[in-house]
């Protein structure tokens, strides 16, 4: 088995913790919404138990990547700092029992499986971490938006007023 293919079950129920870092460049959903695919994130990965003895995962990723400000039309860094809690069910229909069981936004139940791919996981986690529309805090280079308001436009009115005279 690869080493970023796991039991989900067993993960959880021996509370095992595994950590490490993954190229961008290894995420093709997500090097497809970045400027580039330069960048690490740093990932960890914990498994155990909630407070009513139901296997969890607790996936955090941080890091950076570029990605396209939809203002200025520049790729500026964006910090991945995301963390989710994974509760695992064992069909869809114990998803849903468990999800109304627990009644919290914050944690998500899904259906494990015996061969979980860490690395979608990590990616998926990225994914959501991302803005919908990412734009600078204050884009960096103004001068063409200043220029667009600078210029003032005749209205399509100003020749109607002249007719008026």
């Given at each position: 088995?690869?080493?970023f293919v796991i039991?989900?079950?067993?993960?959880?129920?021996?509370?095992?913790?595994?950590?490490?870092?993954?190229?961008?460049?290894?995420?093709?959903?997500?090097?497809?919404?970045?400027?580039?695919?330069?960048?690490?994130?740093?990932?960890?990965?914990?498994?155990?138990?909630?407070?009513?003895?139901?296997?969890?995962?607790?996936?955090?990723?941080?890091?950076?990547?570029?990605?396209?400000?939809?203002?200025?039309?520049?790729?500026?860094?964006?910090?991945?700092?995301?963390?989710?809690?994974?509760?695992?069910?064992?069909?869809?229909?114990?998803?849903?029992?468990?999800?109304?069981?627990?009644?919290?936004?914050?944690?998500?139940?899904?259906?494990?499986?015996?061969?979980?791919?860490?690395?979608e996981l990590i990616?998926?986690?990225?994914?959501?971490?991302?803005?919908?529309?990412?734009?600078?805090?204050?884009?960096?280079?103004?001068?063409?938006?200043?220029?667009?308001?600078?210029?003032?436009?005749?209205?399509?009115?100003?020749?109607?007023?002249?007719?008026?005279?």
């Open positions: 088995m690869s080493a039991d989900a079950f067993e993960y959880s129920r021996h509370k095992e913790r595994r950590e490490g870092d993954i190229a961008v460049a290894d995420l093709n959903r997500l090097a497809q919404e970045s400027a580039d695919r330069s960048g690490v994130l740093h990932w960890v990965l914990v498994g155990g138990t909630d407070s009513l003895g139901h296997p969890q995962l607790t996936m955090s990723v941080t890091g950076a990547i570029k990605i396209m400000c939809q203002r200025c039309l520049t790729p500026f860094a964006f910090d991945i700092d995301a963390e989710s809690v994974l509760v695992l069910a064992k069909d869809e229909e114990s998803a849903d029992e468990i999800d109304a069981l627990l009644d919290n936004d914050e944690i998500d139940v899904i259906v494990g499986t015996k061969s979980l791919n860490i690395i990616e998926d986690e990225a994914l959501l971490a991302l803005p919908l529309s990412p734009k600078h805090p204050v884009c960096p280079d103004q001068s063409a938006l200043e220029g667009l308001k600078a210029s003032k436009k005749e209205s399509p009115f100003a020749m109607l007023k002249s007719l008026k005279n």
